[in-house]
């Protein structure tokens, strides 16, 4: 079975501090896709980012980063130089590579407040 | 522009009856989504189509319905056996290929009475 754990619940910062989420997973599968997702207070979700099991170079976009680590299962979030309008729950995902379409396990997600 | 639709964003209805939540895409994908949120549970799946007149169960699918008669419409019907169905649902949609990521419509808010 897959599991996604992200053992922050809730995580306060001051704008312009760095803040990091972490994500841990679980998988018996080779391949397999990892996501990232943001949900404003409007609930919708937005796609971050995704990452395949078989690219582990970190990845840059703008104040955002991620770390995708095979070894200890973990791909993590960094926010650099937080602002106010990254308040949101931020989620981690992971696929499943036996249906063949990617059918999402979540995270229970992140709450991140950034205060001015 | 292209997207999905969810219709109503707020809806209350009284214990023991049907509810429909409407979910509408134009980004011509294949395979779409439901999804339950509950406060500090994440997003769970309840059912998935993959293509037309075809669809599976998803994690928690007890008392939930689907259709999908169209590509472009994938309709959530809340039954009177779900015995806690007030949440948030969210409806996604994904191209063909396999782990392309999914985009979401903006949730409907459900509330039983």
């Known amino acids: 079975a897959q599991k996604v754990t992200q053992a922050q619940t809730e995580i306060s910062v001051v704008e312009k501090e760095d803040v990091t989420l972490d994500c841990v997973y679980e998988t018996r599968d080779t391949t397999y896709y990892l996501f990232w997702y943001k949900q404003p207070p409007s609930g919708e979700l937005v796609f971050l980012i995704r990452r395949n099991s078989f690219d582990e170079q970190n990845e840059i976009s703008g104040r955002y980063s991620w770390n995708f680590q095979k070894s200890t299962s973990s791909f993590n979030f960094t926010i650099t130089a937080s602002q106010v309008v990254d308040s949101a729950v931020y989620f981690c995902a992971l696929s499943d590579a036996n249906s063949g379409y990617s059918t999402l396990t979540f995270g229970k997600g992140t709450m991140l407040l950034v205060s001015p | 522009d292209g997207g999905i639709t969810q219709s109503p964003k707020y809806l209350f209805r009284k214990e023991g009856q049907n509810v429909t939540l409407s979910c509408e895409q134009n980004?011509?994908?294949?395979?779409m989504y439901w999804y339950r949120q509950d406060p500090g549970q994440g997003l769970r799946l309840i059912y998935y189509?993959?293509?037309?007149?075809?669809?599976q169960k998803g994690d928690i699918a007890e008392g939930y319905s689907v259709s999908r008669e169209k590509k472009e419409s994938f309709p959530l019907t809340v039954t009177s056996a779900q015995k806690n169905p007030t949440a948030f649902y969210l409806c996604a949609s994904s191209t063909d290929i396999a782990y392309n990521e999914q985009f979401f419509g903006p949730g409907t808010r459900l509330t039983v009475l």
């Open positions: 980004l011509n994908h294949d395979a």
């Open positions: 189509s993959q293509i037309v007149n075809d669809f």
